[in-house]
């Protein structure tokens, strides 16, 4: 099983905003230094989680240099950088890779519904345009189509810098088939907090995580207590931590972590932004019950 590439667990993290919507800088460090010291080997900025949808590209590159000075080269850095444009995405990785990024999540385009071979074509168009290493980001749910485990193999094969994939089209079938037709030294990262442990039986390596914004540990547990061939203890931990990553979805992503990170750290991650609502009352009673069951907030 080859080494994940940029840590065992990295955390999408959340873009705290203030109260007048705009992003809180200050929370964001502090957020980060939490995580670090909370389970998380490495932090992925401004993915979907982070809410970079909504952020105008002025917010994304100022946040991006605020987190990356503020870490410092504690953690490896990975930044957001996909688009349903290719040519938008080149762009954005050019000022990511500006910014001083350790490398690029990048999803397969949106809405549009590319061929394979459109996959092919825009992946490799933007690992020419890197020496970043790059995550391919395969989220069917997301972006309305499928990466076919035998196009990441292909783009594996020819481009060096393509160095991971976050497999999240919650099938253990295709996460196997990946590990077969792959080369040992793609990691395969697992995009559902809830499939880590049967994603990790056919060859992943490693999760980027929403939960892991308020609870890492657990999910470092699960992987840990597998890795170490206790799989009778790693599903015991699982079936503690599923119930957890669960209520994180009651209401889209990220709704739910946003208010779980306010709770749990103290630091105000703020609402989401237009379309996204803030997690509603009823929603916001069964958090608070699972994060006390848990132990997380009194």
């Known amino acids: 099983m080859t080494r994940p590439y940029f840590g065992r667990l990295l955390t999408a993290m959340v873009t ?12 964001g460090c502090q957020l980060a230094d939490w995580l670090l010291v909370n389970g998380t080997d490495g932090l992925v900025i401004e993915g979907s989680t982070g809410e970079a949808a909504t952020m105008d590209m002025d917010e994304k590159i100022k946040f991006m240099k605020t987190i990356v000075k503020h870490i410092n080269g504690r953690a490896p850095i990975v930044a957001g950088a996909g688009t349903n444009c290719t040519a938008s995405t080149i762009e954005l990785v050019k000022k990511m890779e500006a910014c001083g990024v350790d490398g690029l999540l990048v999803v397969g385009p949106y809405y549009n519904k590319p061929t394979q071979e459109g996959y092919y074509q ?23 189509s499928n990466i076919a485990p035998a196009t990441v193999a292909r783009l594996a094969q020819e481009f060096d810098n393509i160095v991971a994939i976050k497999e999240a089209a919650g099938s253990v079938a295709q996460t196997a088939d990946l590990y077969r037709v792959l080369p040992e030294r793609i ?3 697992s995009g559902d907090d809830g499939l880590i442990l049967p994603f990790m039986s056919v060859g992943a390596v490693g999760l980027i995580s929403v939960l892991a914004n308020c609870n890492g540990q657990i999910l470092q547990d699960v992987m840990q207590a597998y890795s170490e061939g206790r799989v009778q203890d790693a599903a015991e931990l699982n079936k503690k931590m599923v119930p957890l990553a669960k209520a994180m979805f009651m209401e889209s992503n990220p709704i739910p972590i946003k208010a779980a990170v306010t709770k749990v750290t103290g630091i105000n991650a703020g609402s989401p932004r237009l379309p996204l609502t803030p997690l509603c009352a009823d929603c916001e009673a069964k958090l608070d019950a699972i994060l006390k069951e848990y132990g997380m907030m009194k």
């Open 122 to 144: 825009h992946f490799a168009a933007v690992a020419k345009a890197t020496k970043l290493p790059i995550i391919v980001y395969n989220v069917p749910g997301r972006t309305g």
């Open 16 to 27: 705290p905003f203030n109260a007048d919507g705009s992003v809180n800088y200050e929370a």
């Open 187 to 189: 990691s395969i990262y």
